[in-house]
Every structure is written in C-alpha cells, then in structure tokens.
Antibody
Framework: QVQLKETGPGLVQPTQTLSITCTVSGFSLTSYYMQWVRQTPGKGLEWMGF???????EYNSEFKSRLSISRDTSKNQVFLKMNSLKTEDTGVYYC??????????????WGQGVMVTVSS | DIQMTQSPASLSASLGETISIECRAS??????LAWYQQKSGKSPQLLIY???RLQDGVPSRFSGSGSGTQYSLKISGMQPEDEGDYFCLQGSKFPTFGGGTKLELK
C-alpha cells in the first residue's frame, strides 16, 4: 500500500538549514509529482513546492530563494532543504503525493508530518 | 496566486445536523478543488476531489459541489467522528489552501 514518511530534526537553530527526507513505498517517484506542504500557527497550510515525475521542480515564490527539493529514485526518497531558517518557520512539514483526475489535481496521500521547531 | 477564502472559520453542529462549508476562489478554478479533514495531531485526509468526487472509503454523508469560483462541502448528518478541521485545496494553478473550518459537535 502507499505510504509516505517524513524524517527530520525536531529542533533547528535560527539561520541554520532544515533538511527533511520523505521516504515513500507502494509507488514509483517516476510516476508521480511529490509535493511539500507545511502547516504553521501563523499561516496555516502553505504549499512549498514540488518535484515532477521527471525530476524538475517548482517552488512557491515565498520560499524560492531558500528552498530546494530533490530526490533519489533508487532509494524512493524525496528531500527538502530550506536555509536561513527563522522562528516563523516553526511548524509541521508534510510530503504528499499528487494525483490527477481528468485535469483536476489534488494530494491523495500525505505523510504523518514532522514537527520542526526553530529556536536557539 | 489564486486566493481561497473559506467560511465559516468555525462551526458547531448537533448530532444528525446537515452542515455546509464554503470555499471561494479568486478566479475560476474549473472544478480543480479538493476537500480534506484533519484531526488533531494528524495529517489531512482526502474527502473529495475534482469538486464532487468522493474518495474511496469516505462515508457517503460527505459530498462536494460547485463550479467556477464557488465550492461547498456538505455533511449530511453530523456524526461525532466528523469533528475536526476541514480545508479546501485548489489545484488549478500552483496549489493554495483555504484558511480552514473548525467543526465541533454541539
């Protein structure tokens, strides 16, 4: 069955870099777009970016300058890296799989999320 | 960016009551709209996609409707397990979420 699981540090210091890994099973990363979403107290759910099945990426302009998404298809893993962290980046970070139905796009499976606290 | 305005922000419903939650898009999203339920401490769970398609395994008391810029989620007969937060997501352009609705049992 389809599963996604995020792993990452619980605590990151301000100005440092956040690295989160999403490990998937039950499907191939070369067949689906993979999304990153975060949920913060200040802004709720925010789309951060995605990596296409072919490997190219798109980012929310809010994060574009400090966000990077990549993958290792041999390990069934997708990676999020975001630098210059601020306290406002505290929240839960999710990876999600994108599905499409006759041109309508949605996220059908989500990971459990990883809580990230930005604090010194 | 497409803005999604969701209402109401919170809602209290009695057992068996029918409720609706609305999402309005800042431009036509051509039925590219999904609804999610999120319980405390859990990840969002897909309820409805393509505006009105019920995800497998979701109870039939959930339904979605709408077109253009206006969409709604209806729960026909509130159950205790329906308590939680509800979100819409538009996928017409780069994804954006509604602000959420907190649904409680009265």
């Amino acid at each position: 069955q389809v599963q996604l699981k995020e792993t990452g540090p619980g605590l990151v210091q301000p100005t440092q870099t956040l690295s989160i890994t999403c490990t998937v099973s039950g499907f191939s990363l070369t067949s689906y777009y993979m999304q990153w979403v975060r949920q913060t107290p200040g802004k709720g759910l925010e789309w951060m970016g995605f990596i296409r099945s072919g490997g190219s990426t798109e980012y929310n302009s809010e994060f574009k300058s400090r966000l990077s998404i990549s993958r290792d298809t041999s390990k069934n893993q997708v990676f999020l890296k975001m630098n210059s962290l601020k306290t406002e980046d505290t929240g839960v970070y999710y990876c999600a799989r994108e599905e499409v139905y006759y041109g309508s796009y949605y996220f059908d499976y989500w990971g459990q999320g990883v809580m990230v606290t930005v604090s010194s | 960016d497409i803005q999604m305005t969701q209402s109401p922000a919170s809602l209290s419903a009695s057992l068996g009551e029918t409720i609706s939650i609305e999402c309005r898009a800042s431009e036509d999203i051509y039925s590219n709209l999904a609804w999610y339920q999120q319980k405390s401490g859990k990840s969002p769970q897909l309820l409805i996609y393509a505006a009105n398609r019920l995800q497998d395994g979701v109870p039939s008391r959930f339904s979605g409707s709408g077109s253009g810029t206006q969409y709604s989620l209806k729960i026909s007969g509130m159950q205790p397990e329906d308590e939680g937060d509800y979100f819409c997501l538009q996928g017409s352009k780069f994804p954006t979420f509604g602000g959420g609705t907190k649904l409680e049992l009265k």
